[in-house]
């Protein structure tokens, strides 16, 4: 989790994982787009500077978060990539559908991972705010979209072992 002491973005580059010989999937969500773009404008950015071709990045949206778990099935399916990054961001409202929403998308991917033979990457925010989001989106804490994207890289390279 992003704190004043934690940069989302901050990773040594010479530890990563290269990238051109990996398929990567991508779902992302449209509620809060402004958010989920800079999310996955960061992963991508991220991506290619590890080398990853263009050609070999497949994304697909899906309309919130909660639909997320299906979408990266879908994806996983379709395009066989060797890890799939899911890109989110449900923001707390004054009811309790933010609780519902988080613990449909994290069971849902947790499940993907033990159900799937490739990782699944949680890069879902899950803010008390949009502030809170823009912060954790290119803003003051980096971006959790990049950090997804070296997550991926280090997992693929874990299962591609
Ligand atoms: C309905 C809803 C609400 C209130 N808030 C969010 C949110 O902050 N982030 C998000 O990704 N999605 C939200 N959604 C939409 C749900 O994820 C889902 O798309 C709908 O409940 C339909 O299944």
């Given at each position: 989790m992003a704190t004043s002491l934690k940069n989302l973005s901050d990773y040594d580059p010479a530890g990563i994982p290269d990238g051109s010989m990996l398929r990567i999937g991508i779902v992302v969500s449209e509620w809060n787009e402004e958010i989920t773009a800079a999310l996955l404008e960061g992963a991508l950015k991220t991506l290619k500077k590890h080398?990853?071709?263009?050609?070999n990045i497949h994304i697909r949206s899906v309309p919130g978060s909660f639909e997320i778990p299906f979408g990266a099935r879908i994806v996983a399916d379709l395009y066989s990539p060797d890890v799939v990054i899911c890109l989110g961001c449900v923001i707390q409202g004054e009811t309790r559908h933010f609780d519902y929403i988080c613990q449909g998308v994290t069971h849902g991917i947790t499940e993907l991972n033990l159900d799937y033979n490739i990782p699944f990457i949680f890069g879902i925010l899950t803010t008390n705010n949009l502030e809170q989001a823009k912060d954790r989106a290119g803003g003051k804490h980096g971006n959790k979209g990049d950090e997804a994207a070296v997550t991926a890289l280090k997992m693929a390279a874990l299962r591609n072992r």
């Open positions: 080398g990853v071709p263009e050609e």
